[in-house]
């Protein structure tokens, strides 16, 4: 059923019933699946395919208990183990706790799904550009069950360094059986944070990556009520970023866990994207903020006022969590506790940050997904019946939208009176509704209470809301944002900013009359011409001059909040990409160079399926083809990272080899200043 309709070009809709033991139980009883070891039984969908094949030896090889696979039509052998041609096959064969998904973001949605239906305990989905709405959907199944947990998507999967079960695709050289547990939405900065642990002689128990998806399907609070109780784990690392409230809600967990506990696991921090781009999606499908979000300095604030120790950058998060576990008495035995001990003050970051600049425009745009003009917006509202013109200055402006609620892992409504022109988001409530059940009218009256309607065009509100509700889903809508205003006894739309799901089109060529609609005039240039390479590149305002390189998206920025809080002004956001080669390192070199602005490069590489060394051949190719005039400092930590300074340092060139960010930031701010 499910591959029909995506052969036909349209969004799947799901008539699934699940054992009426699952229904009396809920997805809240799956977290316990999260707790991998030695022991778990491990299985790929997409078993026989490139990537999964070369994982799996990789995984196997490290220690991971790897029971065999599926790949669809095949009942055989590959690696020496059995392939089966579904997962209930294998579910009944080979008893797997958990599937690591192995496939393509059009394929993943179905090989989810299979997972869940066959009630594999734990689903780890490592693809990224998963479309929106199927992630919905499949969120919709998940609550409905009590067997399967979701680890992802666009995630690099869970990891026990103790167990030696890897699922997903980390790179296994950082990791030391330890203490510190570690969830993170960024695969980069979760990578970093190892390297650290491990260096500073703590290493690791067990390390899950919510992922930089939308939604996802383990969050932060799933990962910390693990830990909690986890023999193993003697100190937390938690890494965020902008886009969503899982931060907050975390903080609001940890001050309950503080209250209840008489000697609660010190827990260390970093919050990326403090100086990112207004109103922009930085690398990560997911880091944004939608109208009524905290920003990331709401989110420190909240989690300092939680008293857990932040950091800015996760290269410090070893040397903070040694400080803390020393000073609360928590043994990091299993692991060598060397190393001189550390104030725990010394490596927070500055509390005086300043302001970031609202967006100037009336709606923000982002560009993960298709935004389009707002004149074709309203030929879309127009179609349905719905009156929208431009605003003539007439009638208090209120805000009208169907969003994504991360909290509830649905769509959502998303209203709010706009009592403050400045700030018209002030005062957003979300009313979130089932993906499959539809929007229920019930809560037509607290929305017109919260947009405080009067009675007459109230009456007008539930046909306006199930118009939009109808063009979101029919046409798979990321955001479809309004202002309304009471005229003549009525709603009527005067504002539109309609965000389109561009996985949806990209992985599966479904609403190809929508992206058509894509004006690549509106759009900047450099940025249009450095996607076509898989780069995502932000020029950041102001008079920053040091432009950034960097691979992962919470990495870079990172990147770009490290070095503001060290003095520097970074020029751009740059992310290459998790897979990052040679091409595409002298690619972002040739885009870089575009911004007059810029007088030195940082290169921030962490290697984890990037090699350090390609990464270092690809730099000392493009200084060269480019006749490069400017210097370039270079940070290569991670896989092949020794060979890869190596590189640099003997290569001749205006090319300066760092291995700790604090040294290497020091050399791009004196550069740049000195210019």
């Known amino acids: 059923m499910i591959r029909r309709h995506l052969l036909r070009g349209q969004a799947p809709t799901l008539n699934r019933t699940f054992a009426t033991t699952a229904r009396r139980r809920g997805y809240e009883d799956t977290i316990g699946n999260l707790k991998i070891g030695k022991d778990t039984r491990v299985i790929f969908q997409g078993f026989t395919g490139k990537q999964a094949t070369a994982n799996a030896k990789e995984s196997i090889a490290w220690g991971t208990n790897i029971v065999g696979g599926v790949t669809p039509g095949k009942n055989t052998e590959h690696l020496g183990l059995p392939v089966l041609p579904s997962v209930r096959d294998a579910m009944v064969k080979l008893k797997p706790d958990a599937t690591g998904i192995y496939v393509a973001a059009h394929q993943a ?57 890897r699922i997903g695709f980390q790179p296994l050289p950082c990791f030391m059986p330890g203490r510190v547990g570690i969830v993170a939405k960024s695969g980069t900065l979760s990578y970093e944070a190892v390297a650290s642990t491990t260096r500073a002689g703590l290493g690791q128990s067990l390390c899950i990556s919510m992922g930089g998806d939308v939604l996802a399907g383990t969050n932060f609070i799933d990962a910390l009520k693990i830990f909690e109780h986890d023999d193993d784990t003697e100190g937390i690392v938690l890494i965020g970023e902008i886009g969503g409230s899982a931060e907050m809600e975390a903080a609001e967990w940890i001050m309950d866990y503080k209250k209840r506990s008489s000697n609660p696991k010190p827990i260390a921090v970093t919050i990326g994207g403090i100086y990112a781009a207004p109103g922009r999606i930085m690398g990560h499908a997911g880091a944004f903020v939608l109208p009524g979000e905290p920003d990331a300095l709401a989110k420190i604030k909240r989690l300092q006022e939680a008293g857990v120790t932040i950091t800015n950058h996760p290269a410090k998060l070893g040397d903070a969590m040694k400080s803390l576990l020393g000073n609360s008495g928590r043994a990091s035995s299993g692991a060598s506790a060397s190393g001189a001990s550390q104030r725990r003050g010394m490596h927070t970051m500055r509390r005086v940050r300043p302001t970031v600049q609202s967006p100037s425009s009336r709606f923000a745009t982002q560009k993960r997904n298709l935004y389009i003009r707002e004149e074709f917006a309203f030929d879309l509202l127009r179609e349905r019946g719905i009156n929208a013109s431009e605003y003539s200055g007439k009638g208090q402006k209120r805000v009208l939208a169907v969003g994504v609620d991360r909290a509830s892992m649905s769509p959502c409504i998303i209203a709010s009176p706009a009592t403050d022109p400045t700030n018209p988001h002030a005062e957003a409530k979300k009313f979130p509704f089932d993906y499959q059940k539809g929007f229920d009218h019930s809560q037509v009256p607290a929305i ?31 955001l479809l944002e309004t202002e309304v205003v009471e005229r003549l006894g009525a709603l ?126 690809g730099i000392l190719l493009a200084f060269k083809e480019l006749e490069m005039k400017i210097p370039v400092v270079v940070r290569i930590r991670g896989t092949n990272e020794a060979e890869g300074q190596k590189i640099i340092a003997e290569s001749g060139l205006s090319l300066h080899a760092f291995d700790d960010f604090e040294e290497a930031a020091a050399k791009v701010i004196e550069l740049a200043n000195k210019a």
């Open 109 to 165: 949605p179905a090989a989810i799904e299979e997972a869940i239906e066959a009630e594999v305990p734990l689903i780890v989905a490592v693809a990224e550009h998963i479309p929106i709405h199927d992630i919905m959907r499949i969120h919709s199944m998940l609550k409905t069950q009590s067997k399967s947990r979701l680890v992802g998507a666009n995630a690099p999967g869970i990891i026990s360094a103790i167990g030696k079960c």
């Open 492 to 617: 009527k739309v005067v504002g539109a900013n309609f965000g389109f799901d561009d996985a949806a089109f990209r992985s599966t060529k479904r609403q190809g009359d929508i992206h058509a609609l894509r004006r690549l005039e509106d759009e900047d240039a450099q940025e249009v011409e450095a996607e076509k390479d898989g780069i995502v590149y932000i020029k950041l305002g102001g008079d920053g001059n040091i432009g950034t390189l960097v691979n992962g998206a919470g990495l870079a920025m990172n990147t770009v909040d490290a070095l503001a809080d060290a003095g520097g002004k970074a020029a751009n956001f740059l992310d290459t990409g998790g897979k990052a080669t040679s091409e595409t390192v002298k690619k972002s070199f040739q885009v870089i160079l575009q911004d007059e602005r810029v007088k030195v490069i940082f290169v921030n590489i962490f290697g984890g399926l990037t090699l350090g060394d390609m990464i270092a051949n």
């Open 448 to 478: 017109v209470e919260h947009l405080q309607l009067s009675d007459t065009p109230k009456r007008t509100l539930a046909p306006l809301i199930d118009s939009l509700i109808d063009l979101y889903m029919k046409k798979e809508a990321f």
